[in-house]
């Protein structure tokens, strides 16, 4: 991945479906995020074991379900939404469940949303949520849920979202605060 440098001059942001091709850059531009914006809201150690549950989740490129987000042709922030029981984790998470969601029964997931830093704070985040929410109606869908971290959970609540419960996720050893939240999707 390249070294995105800030500048006074707005980029273009384009947005794709990741290819298995980008899983590399995927994992860079998630790495980024999680050891910079991600410290602002967690100790060290919870940092260090979200890492355990945080991640390239494949099966998302796969779906055809996972957007790259793209700043003059830079990586600068990736996303997804699922019609699969899984809420959160990457390959490597323990306990992911693969089974498909029913629409107008099951809430679609928003799924591992990532912005490179210094691509904050340009609409990354809300594109990415507009894509997921539009295609996951599209798909059948009335409503959405995810399960946000400390660092996305103002994004989220801007966005219309609500909580459903706040928990911890202990699984890299160190208990990790997250809040799933859902929304409507209008028609």
């Given at each position: 991945?390249?070294?995105?440098?800030?500048?006074?001059?707005?980029?273009?942001?384009?947005?794709?479906?990741?290819?298995?091709?980008?899983?590399?850059?995927?994992?860079?531009?998630?790495?980024?995020?999680?050891?910079?914006?991600?410290?602002?809201?967690?100790?060290?150690?919870?940092?260090?074991?979200?890492?355990?549950?945080?991640?390239?989740?494949?099966?998302?490129?796969?779906?055809?379900?996972?957007?790259?987000?793209?700043?003059?042709?830079?990586?600068?922030?990736?996303?997804?939404?699922?019609?699969?029981?899984?809420?959160?984790?990457?390959d490597h998470t323990p306990g992911r469940e693969p089974a498909r969601?029913?629409?107008?029964?099951?809430?679609?997931?928003?799924?591992?949303?990532?912005?490179?830093?210094?691509?904050?704070?340009?609409?990354?985040?809300?594109?990415?949520?507009?894509?997921?929410?539009?295609?996951?109606?599209?798909?059948?869908?009335?409503?959405?849920?995810?399960?946000?971290?400390?660092?996305?959970?103002?994004?989220?609540?801007?966005?219309?979202?609500?909580?459903?419960?706040?928990?911890?996720?202990?699984?890299?050893?160190?208990?990790?605060?997250?809040?799933?939240?859902?929304?409507?999707?209008?028609?």
């Amino acid at each position: 991945m390249q070294n995105p440098q800030l500048d006074d001059a707005p980029a273009t942001l384009t947005h794709r479906l990741a290819t298995e091709a980008d899983i590399p850059a995927l994992h860079a531009l998630m790495e980024a995020a999680i050891t910079g914006p991600l410290a602002a809201f967690l100790t060290p150690a919870q940092v260090e074991a979200s890492r355990t549950i945080m991640g390239v989740d494949s099966q998302l490129v796969t779906d055809r379900t996972y957007f790259l987000i793209e700043a003059d042709g830079v990586p600068a922030g990736c996303g997804g939404w699922s019609y699969r029981i899984t809420s959160y984790g990457g390959d490597h998470t323990p306990g992911r469940e693969p089974a498909r969601l029913t629409p107008g029964v099951d809430a679609a997931r928003v799924r591992a949303m990532y912005t490179h830093p210094a691509f904050l704070r340009r609409g990354i985040g809300r594109m990415i949520l507009d894509l997921c929410e539009s295609a996951a109606r599209d798909a059948g869908f009335d409503r959405v849920e995810l399960v946000a971290t400390m660092g996305g959970e103002p994004l989220y609540r801007a966005a219309g979202y609500t909580d459903i419960e706040a928990f911890e996720d202990d699984r890299g050893g160190v208990p990790v605060p997250l809040i799933r939240m859902g929304k409507p999707l209008s028609a």
